[in-house]
């Protein structure tokens, strides 16, 4: 197979709680395609990611036969298009309007969900905190909504990309296991099946995909780390008020 030949030349940079390189390693999973995975110390960066992402110098960074893909997405599309064939899942269709569509919503992932979910974390009062839950709910409420659309124009199997696992699947997907460890640590739960039943649906979909299981991170790590950041700005705040008091 093509896949299996390409695949034993790929190698990735990853860390073990990125969405990111969830997305990247679901994709090869679903590709079929045997990479090595190499866990990287992002509080040390080591010189195969500075050598290989100079820019960024973050993950993932796919390696394939002495080349060099950064950008989580890009290495998705990347995959899409060097292994193709026979039997190997597709991520893109080939009608130009709903690759169009399919690259805006992968995008809004990331550039509305992610950045509001951030901003739960990042909040330093309940004010805050009640701004950014509801932006993040409003981009929910988008993506149920863009779900809805492709069941009902590209198939009733549950997925964005229509029959199958598709870009804003990929996309969305990398964050299920935070999604999973939202409400423990932040009190919101960003899949819930009475405001969003599609989306809800999707979640458990996801989980059961042995691509998924085969990459996804413990959860109970999450939690532990969004418990540890929630507790960040709150001290941070409680220490500017002790000095603003003296």
Not at 51 to 60: C, D, E, F
Not at 159 to 164: E, L, Q, R, S, V
Not at 167 to 189: C, H
Request: with cysteine; charged share 25%.
């Amino acid at each position: 197979m093509e896949g299996a030949a390409g695949g034993r030349e790929l190698k990735v940079l990853g860390a073990w709680a990125s969405p990111f390189v969830l997305r990247v390693r679901v994709a090869l999973h679903l590709k079929g395609l045997d990479y090595e995975y190499v866990e990287v110390d992002l509080a040390d960066k080591g010189d195969l990611l500075l050598a290989t992402n100079p820019v960024h110098k973050k993950v993932p960074v796919l390696l394939h036969g002495g080349k060099t893909v950064c950008e989580s997405m890009l290495i998705v599309e990347y995959l899409d298009e060097a292994f193709r064939g026979e039997g190997l899942a597709s991520f893109l269709p080939a009608d130009p309007h709903r690759r169009a569509v399919a690259r805006f919503w992968a995008a809004y992932v990331d550039g509305e969900l992610l950045s509001s979910w951030l901003a739960i974390y990042a909040a330093r009062t309940e004010e805050e905190k009640a701004v950014a839950v509801a932006r993040t709910l409003g981009a929910v409420d988008a993506l149920e909504g863009a779900l809805t659309d492709a069941q009902r124009t590209g198939g009733e199997k549950g997925w964005f990309g229509g029959d199958g696992v598709g870009l804003v699947d990929l996309a969305l997907g990398g964050f299920v296991p935070a999604i999973q460890a939202s409400e423990p640590t932040t009190g919101l739960r960003i899949a819930d099946p009475a405001r969003a039943p599609r989306l809800a649906a999707w979640v458990d979909r996801f989980c059961a995909l042995d691509a998924a299981k085969a990459a996804m991170p413990p959860i109970e790590r999450l939690v532990e780390m969004g418990r540890k950041r929630m507790a960040e700005p709150h001290a941070a705040a409680t220490a500017t008020d002790r000095d603003a008091r003296k």
